[in-house]
């Protein structure tokens, strides 16, 4: 993946009412999640921003509240692309992916964003952009082609996720479909449903005329 810098800074002021001023002034909450859990009670000190959220078993994470500039992530909100993002707070700096985004239902203006702290050592999941290659024989034959998922899901160590899964479709025949089940690539476990289909050469009504002629 491509990498995306970042700067944020510590949130320490929360609510409703101080998120609303903060967008009011172009800036955008932010909740970085994450990191390695910490066992229970917790002796250290958290800085601003962290805070302790209990998980199980006496056990923790440390979630940390942020601000951004809106100008500052345009592009990483605003593409079609997947980014390893490098977040930089108070001189520290962390790796993240983009979990998701909250937008206005009125104004689609980011509302909030959350990211997840990642490492090398622990896999995470991830959408990740589809890109077909060749001609399929269908397409060939009369057919057209359709894409119904644009993403897959994937599941590896962040620094093995490809910017874009890139699936060979010449063999492809009329009428036939391409599902999850049937792709394979090294590295990447597959989340979505076996039988999900990715893409399809439908039949046209001329390609359906040719078959019949035949």
Do not use: W
């Amino acid at each position: 993946m491509k990498t995306y810098q970042l700067t944020a800074e510590p949130r320490t002021n929360l609510g409703k009412k101080a998120a609303k001023a903060l967008r009011e002034e172009n800036l955008i909450p932010v909740v970085l999640n994450g990191g390695e859990p910490i066992e229970l009670p917790f002796t250290g000190t958290l800085k601003p921003g962290e805070k302790l959220v209990e998980i199980a078993n006496n056990r923790g994470l440390i979630t940390t509240d942020l601000v951004v500039k809106a100008e500052d992530v345009r592009k990483l909100l605003y593409t079609p692309d997947i980014f390893a993002i490098e977040l930089t707070v108070n001189g520290e700096k962390k790796n993240a992916v983009l979990r998701e985004i909250q937008f206005h239902p009125v104004k689609d203006t980011v509302l909030h964003i959350d990211l997840l702290e990642v490492n090398d050592k622990k896999p995470v999941v991830m959408e990740v952009p589809v890109q077909l290659e060749g001609h399929a024989e269908g397409v060939k034959a009369g057919g057209k082609l359709s894409l119904s998922m644009k993403k897959i899901k994937v599941k590896a160590l962040y620094t093995a996720i490809p910017e874009r899964v890139v699936i060979n479709i010449d063999h492809l025949g009329l009428g036939k479909t391409l599902q999850i089940g049937e792709l394979h690539f090294d590295g990447l476990e597959l989340m979505n449903a076996k039988n999900a289909v990715v893409c399809a050469v439908q039949l046209t009504r001329a390609a359906r005329g040719a078959a019949a002629k035949a």
